[in-house]
């Protein structure tokens, strides 16, 4: 399979690239910055899994360099058969309605929401050229999503991120209908509470295991209603 990984230098990105990698998969790491410091790991896979990685400049949040990156793998790879939305921010975690900073809200939805909306708005024709291919019968959107965009699991704070969430969920569901007839599975996943910079070092779950379980998901890739928002091992959530 050719897969996009967005946010793919750290954390559950650069599990997914690694697990991906190592499953044989073509993979193409959109990184928000390529200085040195920032693409340490991924130049070291790169050099392991020698033309299986493509790594490439995208901020999720610009749609110029979104709109670049696709044009790139259109250029080197004509198609893509899955892409995961996974770059995203935590911010204003613990601010009450009272302190609550609206640019960080701003920002929250521009990563975390439109940020997988101008990826699928850039990449789709990529993904359509890849149905066309059929070199795999796989084809998905995976869109990294979370327990705290539920809207019958949110906590008290938290607004930004859950709200940004609850918003990515939509755009699933929008998707998943809009893409019926062409056959890509459309799912938004919670990954489990994880070891990363976003989910602290007291988090029980190792991002790997998420990136193994996201990969079998993928072979079950089914595009019905009760798939659309679901753990990383296939139960259902609640949207
Ligand atoms: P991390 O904070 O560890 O990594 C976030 C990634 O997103 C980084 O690669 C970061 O790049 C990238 N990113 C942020 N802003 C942008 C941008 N504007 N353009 C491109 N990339 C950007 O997060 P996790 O790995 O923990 O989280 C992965 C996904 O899982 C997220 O969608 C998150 O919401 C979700 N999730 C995580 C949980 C957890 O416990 N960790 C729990 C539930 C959901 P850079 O290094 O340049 O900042």
Redesign the pocket.
Known sequence: MKVLV?????????ALVQQGLAQGHIMFA????VAEQ?IKELQQLKAIFEGQLRIIH?????EKSVKQAADAVKWTDQYLDVVI??????NERESTIEELDIHACSQAF???TL?PLRVVKHFFPLLKVGIEERVSDTQAILN?????GSITNTGPLDYP?GMS?AALNMLTVKLKRYLQQDDIAVISI???????????NQ?P?D?NETAENLYTLLKKGKNNESFSFVDDTGKQMSL
């Open positions: 967005t946010g793919a230098n750290r954390g559950l990105g650069l959109a990184v928000r910055s920032h995208m901020d999720v949040t610009n939305n996974n770059a995203a921010v935590l521009d990563v975390n940020g990294i999503s979370s327990e705290a991120y969430k919670h990954p489990g509470w994880m070891q990363t910079d976003m989910g602290g988090a779950k991002p």
